[in-house]
T-cell receptor, first 114, second 114 residues
Framework: DVKVTQSSRYLVKRTGEKVFLECVQDMDHENMFWYRQDPGLGLRLIYFSYDVKMKEKGDIPEGYSVSREKKERFSLILESASTNQTSMYLC?????????????FGNGTRLTVT | AQSVAQPEDQVNVAEGNPLTVKCTYSVSGNPYLFWYVQYPNRGLQFLLKYITGDNLVKGSYGFEAEFNKSQTSFHLKKPSALVSDSALYFCAVRDYGGSYKLIFGSGTRLLVRP
């Protein structure tokens, strides 16, 4: 089974702090994604990456950046955390191929910014 | 732009009764549709997908979904609900242009009462 591991289940940070959310997948997937989940809004894509050192903006990239130095790891960075970034953050990975393989998700990191 | 809509915030059903969770889509080109389930404090788990072929797609945990091109719908169904099916369900569509991004609906909470 594919395993996507997010380093923290819960995080509490202060406004203005720099925050790192880490995600590691063990199936050699080319594609990795960061979504945030908010009640009533579903999942919204922040950034994604289709290869090492490659990144693409999603629908809500403002206030975030990402890093993908190794294939298995995709990091989300909040440069200066704000209270409106309090949310559940979900990392996912997917294999490139012709079978439209599904996304595999981690268990999420619930971030609270105070 | 690709999009999906889940018109119901919550669906209530008695255990043993059939359940339907609704999803409609809007796409340019062929729709590639997915259903995911999220249990409390967990990430999303893949249930099933429609790429092409038979309009009735079978998935995990006894769920199935019916693709209807004329009504642009992809409703999730199960003949007999279980209390353990209570969870948050998301419909999603693959983004246009060969990307592996998924665009999610706002989610429907399913509550199965004993």
């Amino acid at each position: 089974d594919v395993k996507v591991t997010q380093s923290s289940r819960y995080l509490v940070k202060r406004t203005g702090e720099k925050v790192f959310l880490e995600c590691v997948q063990d199936m050699d997937h080319e594609n990795m994604f960061w979504y945030r989940q908010d009640p009533g809004l579903g999942l919204r894509l922040i950034y994604f990456s289709y290869d090492v050192k490659m990144k693409e903006k999603g629908d809500i990239p403002e206030g975030y950046s990402v890093s993908r130095e190794k294939k298995e790891r995709f990091s989300l960075i909040l440069e200066s955390a704000s209270t409106n970034q309090t949310s559940m953050y979900l990392c996912a990975s997917a294999q490139t191929g012709n079978n439209f393989s599904p996304l595999h998700f981690g268990n999420g990191t619930r971030l609270t910014v105070t | 732009a690709q999009s999906v809509a889940q018109p119901e915030d919550q669906v209530n059903v008695a255990e043993g009764n059939p359940l339907t969770v609704k999803c409609t889509y809007s796409v340019s080109g062929n729709p590639y549709l997915f259903w995911y389930v999220q249990y409390p404090n967990r990430g999303l788990q893949f249930l099933l997908k429609y790429i092409t072929g038979d309009n009735l797609v079978k998935g995990s945990y006894g769920f199935e979904a019916e693709f209807n091109k004329s009504q642009t719908s992809f409703h999730l169904k199960k003949p007999s609900a279980l209390v353990s099916d209570s969870a948050l369900y998301f419909c999603a569509v693959r983004d246009y242009g060969g990307s592996y991004k998924l665009i999610f609906g706002s989610g429907t909470r399913l509550l199965v009462r004993p």
